[in-house]
């Protein structure tokens, strides 16, 4: 089972929101880590986007808008980030990561975000 | 502005090495660790390995363990990845990115890597 696991895809509609789920496997506890999430657009690199551990421990990349959050469902022991008023240019793939003792740097498998 | 500037495509033959730079701008090299990150073809993000800021300490993914090395060159703020034995699934984009704090929040603008008879 991978380390992380998000869904392949997720549509939503443009001024809706949509939140997309990182699932930590079993025995890993999300409470204990920061997760961290990158958006791809088609052709580029990867672009930081924030990061969650906690309300008190989390950090926006610089110049992402507000309307991208991090936040937890330690029930689902899952990382989710929310993105609010989607926009046409949202539309991307989205990464988790974590930094795991045993895999180091680890990334999720991406959920491809369509906006329509 | 700060800035990550890797080399150009790479097409080698299955058993052969490449060796691809990142030449960093806009910071203080020495500060800031470096990581390499891949990306197959419609695949995700696959992390490869990190040298630390001195460039006296690497650290690889289990998988690349042996075929991989890292190194930096303080002189030229550039850091160098070579991967080696080469086979048609290293055919990838190679990203070089930043570490800050653990996250990877500076990323160059890829390396294709094409490895074919």
């Known amino acids: 089972q991978p380390v992380l696991t998000q869904p392949a895809s997720l549509s939503a509609s443009p001024g809706a929101s949509a939140s997309l789920t990182c699932t930590l496997r079993?025995?890993?506890?999300?409470?204990?880590?920061?997760i961290h999430w990158y958006q791809q657009k088609s052709g580029s690199p990867p672009q930081y986007l924030l990061r969650?551990?906690?309300?008190?421990?989390?950090?926006?990349g610089s110049g992402v808008p507000s309307r991208f959050s991090g936040s937890k469902d330690a029930s689902a022991n899952a990382g989710i980030l929310l993105i609010s008023g989607l926009q046409s240019e949202d539309e991307a793939d989205y990464y988790c990561?974590?930094?795991?003792?045993?895999?180091?740097?680890?990334f999720g498998g991406g959920t491809k975000l369509t906006v329509v | 502005q700060v800035q990550l500037v890797q080399s150009g495509a790479e097409v080698k033959k299955p058993g052969a090495s490449v060796k691809v730079s990142c030449k960093a701008s806009?910071?203080?090299?020495?500060?800031?660790?470096m990581h390499w990150v891949r990306q197959a073809p419609g695949q995700g993000l696959e992390w490869v390995g990190i040298i630390n800021s001195s460039g006296g300490s690497t650290s690889y993914a289990e998988k690349f363990q042996g075929r991989v090395t890292v190194t930096r060159d303080t002189s030229t703020s550039t850091v160098y990845m070579e991967l080696s034995s080469l086979r048609s699934e290293d055919t990838a984009v190679y990203y070089c990115?930043?570490?800050?704090?653990?996250?990877?929040?500076?990323w160059g603008q890829g390396t294709m890597v094409t490895v074919s008879s």
């Open positions: 990561m974590i930094w795991h003792s045993s895999t180091a740097w680890v």
């Open positions: 990115a930043r570490d800050w704090e653990d996250t990877f929040d500076i």
């Open positions: 079993r025995g890993i506890n999300v409470g204990a880590y920061r």
């Open positions: 969650y551990k906690s309300d008190s421990d989390k950090q926006q």
């Open positions: 806009g910071y203080t090299f020495t500060s800031y660790y």
